[in-house]
Structure formats: C-alpha cells, structure tokens
C-alpha cells in the first residue's frame, strides 16, 4: 500500500446549495472508492449535502482506510493517521455545516466508528453497515463514550466477511456499555447493502433530522 494523501471527493449539494445544512460523509469499504458508495446519494434526505469521501490509502485498483491485522481488526497507527486524514478534510470543506453525520460500509463502518469514538462531539451521528467497531485499535470503548449519541447497526445475517465475534461484540457495546441512542437491523443478505437496508438508512436519518437534537459539531 501506499499513502494517498490528497482527499478526493464526490459532492452532492443539499437543495439550497452552500446554504448551513447537514452535512453527510460515506465511507466507503475495503478495495473500493468514492463512486462506490456515491450511489447512495438518491435515497438519503435531499435536504442534507453529501461528500463520499475516498480513502487515503490504494490498495490494487482501489482504496482502503487502514491496514489490518486481520479482517475489521486495524492497525492502531494507521486508522489514528486516517482518523487524522477525515478530521483535516472536514477542517477544510466541512464549511459552515450545521453538523455531520458518517455513513460507513464494511471498513468504512469500522472507519466511521473508529471516529465517533476518537471525538464523538463532532459528529451527530453514524450508520454503521455491515462492520465492526475497531476494537483494540487505540480508541477508547469506555461505558457512555457514546451517550445519547444516534447510531445505527446494520448487519447480514449471511454476512460471511466480517468476523461474527466482532458483529457480536460491536453489538454488544453499543447496545449496552456505549450509551448510544441505537438502532439495530438484521438484514438476511450477505456483505452487501440490500434496497431494504437503504430505505431503512433513508428513514433514519429523516428522523434524525427531525428531531431537532443540539449539534454536536464545533
């Protein structure tokens, strides 16, 4: 692998371009790109601007977030520098966002965990699909890291990629030791986002939208 360091990003504007909004990041999975989960864009509220975001580091014909010591399980340096690398783009485009959410896939799930973790004041919210938390990778799991923070946990029932003792475990902390406001969907399929998980992500984050909570953003 090497390091990528430019961010290179797809955007869609929310309905009143440049205007205070929220503002959603996609993050994509292991070995894929910016266009991969760009496609989500159509069913996630119009309102809100999106930024599917690319990760910094190529690996064969894509991109991955961190190295890893096995599968959904980081090296800790290297998402601390990817962890880094999200915070300086959204120093530098975030602009004027009332506040930010993270959708993550797969790695990207584990990514966008890895964050609301390291500094769950930032961000509003995350979907985390079909990962894992980054457990033993240097951020902290401490009961109530989380609290009163939106998460939603979408896994595969048939999921034969990520590690069923992460799903597990991942389950298990937000559930009951993270404090979050969570919500958990079990979907039959396998790896991959099936068109019920993606209304169900378009519903959520409506409904989180509307509930007009204090942004967490600063």
């Known amino acids: 692998m090497r390091s990528d360091v430019a961010p290179v990003a797809r955007w869609r504007c929310g309905e009143v371009c440049g205007a205070q909004s929220a503002l959603i990041v996609l993050l994509h999975g292991r070995g894929s790109d910016e ?20 990760a910094p ?4 014909s894509g991109f991955t977030w961190f190295e890893n010591r096995g599968v959904g399980r980081p090296v800790a ?32 799930a584990a990514m966008a965990g890895g964050l609301i973790l390291e500094n769950p004041e930032r961000f509003a919210g995350a979907a985390l699909l079909h990962g894992t938390l980054p457990f033993d990778a240097g951020q902290p799991t401490l009961a109530g890291r989380l ?33 979050a406001d969570l919500t958990q969907r079990t979907y039959p399929n396998g790896h991959s986002i099936s068109s019920d ?20 953003y600063n």
Do not use: M
Not at 77 to 104: R, T
Not at 197 to 216: C, I, M, T, V, Y
């Open 57 to 60: 580091l190529a690996l064969g």
């Open 35 to 54: 266009d991969d989960l760009f496609a989500l864009a159509d069913h996630l509220p119009t309102s809100a601007h999106i930024a599917s975001l690319r």
């Open 77 to 108: 340096e290297s998402l601390a520098a990817s962890i880094d690398y999200v915070h300086d783009f959204l120093d530098n485009h975030a602009g004027d966002a009332e506040e930010i959410w993270l959708v993550g896939f797969s790695a990207g």
């Open 197 to 216: 998980e993606l209304s169900d992500l378009g519903s959520w984050l409506a409904l989180q939208f509307s509930l007009n909570r204090p942004h967490h």
């Open 147 to 179: 609290t009163d923070v939106p998460v939603l946990y979408g896994t595969g029932a048939a999921d034969d990629v990520i590690p069923s003792d992460l799903i597990a475990r991942s389950s298990a902390y937000l559930r009951d030791v993270s404090g």
